[in-house]
């Protein structure tokens, strides 16, 4: 049986080694999952590029990690769920929050609660929700086009929470003390 690579900017394709240099100065480290993705730059350029373009979303920074925490939690994603907890922590999102969501427990704030359950229910239903999710979502002060922000996050976090699966991916060191089962403290 054929085994993934995880790559080296030096062992990469020329077209991804620009990727890989981007991706270790932005986490100072260069990420297993840019490591895999390497092998086939077209995937590693699909991540990076939707994931600049999920930014631009109306959501603030935390709410954005939120949302793909919520999809990485679903779709049982070790990796993205330390990933997401980390930056969701470092952009505002409470410890209490961020161990509710990995927990898949009621989250104490109203209105990330509605957030979260709505991008939950996208993600496990493939977008077939109920209209009274949406209503609940819309009361609390959400739009449509936010559905549409939120799916564009839950299509990112399908292209990595996959490679994550089928490369067996294991999270780097740094991202250690938000693997999941850990306790996340403020």
């Known amino acids: 049986m054929k085994n993934f690579t995880k790559h080296t900017i030096e062992s990469a394709p020329e077209e991804s080694k620009e990727l890989l240099k981007y991706g270790e100065k932005k986490y100072g480290t260069l990420p297993n999952l840019f490591r895999y993705m390497a092998g086939a730059p077209a995937s590693l350029e699909a991540y990076n590029s939707l994931f600049k373009i999920f930014g631009k979303t109306t959501f603030t920074a935390g709410e954005q990690h939120l949302i793909l925490l919520s999809a990485s939690v679903v779709n049982e994603c070790a990796y993205c769920t330390a990933a997401h907890t980390r930056a969701a922590k470092a952009n505002g999102i409470r410890s209490s929050i961020l161990n509710a969501v990995r927990k898949e427990k009621p989250v104490d704030d109203e209105r990330l609660n509605v957030l979260v359950n709505i991008t939950k229910k996208l993600t496990e239903t493939r977008g077939h929700i109920d209209k009274n999710d949406l209503e609940t979502f819309y009361n609390a002060g959400f739009s449509p ?42």
């Open 145 to 186: 086009e936010n559905v549409l922000e939120i799916i564009t996050g839950i299509a990112l976090k399908t292209l990595s929470n996959y490679i994550n699966h089928v490369t067996e991916n294991v999270i780097n060191e740094s991202l250690e003390p938000f693997a999941v089962g850990k306790e996340i403290e403020d």
